[in-house]
């Protein structure tokens, strides 16, 4: 098994509660500041959600094979993110990001 460094890591996905929406890192700062840019995340054409009745409206049964098609935004706007002493990489908000080799797209259907 390879481990992939953080200098490989050309990816910061923001972890919101089980959601995931994918940043590419646009400047790197320091060894612990990066800025990032959010990217274009549409559903694949190829994808639709199997939703059955169930929960609060409905249940996804696919959820976790989404499929997503990712692009860099040129337009988007720049934030800062920088690592802490507990190893996680957040913003002057407090959002939460994990550096990554691949961009990454979650949305929960079911909650």
Not at 44 to 57: L, Q, S
């Amino acid at each position: 098994m390879t481990q992939t460094t953080t200098s490989e890591m050309t990816y910061a996905n923001l972890i919101g509660w089980s959601d995931i929406t994918p940043y590419e890192i646009v400047r790197r700062v320091s060894a612990k500041t990066v800025e990032v840019r959010k990217m274009n995340a549409e559903i694949a054409p190829n994808w639709t959600p199997d939703v059955i009745e169930g929960g609060f409206a409905g249940h996804t049964r696919n959820n976790h094979t989404q499929a997503w098609v990712i692009t860099p935004d040129e337009a988007g706007s720049v934030r800062t993110i920088r690592l802490h002493k507990d190893g996680t990489w957040r913003d002057k908000y407090g959002s939460r990001f994990r550096l990554a080799a691949e961009p990454v797209r979650f949305y929960d259907f079911n909650f």
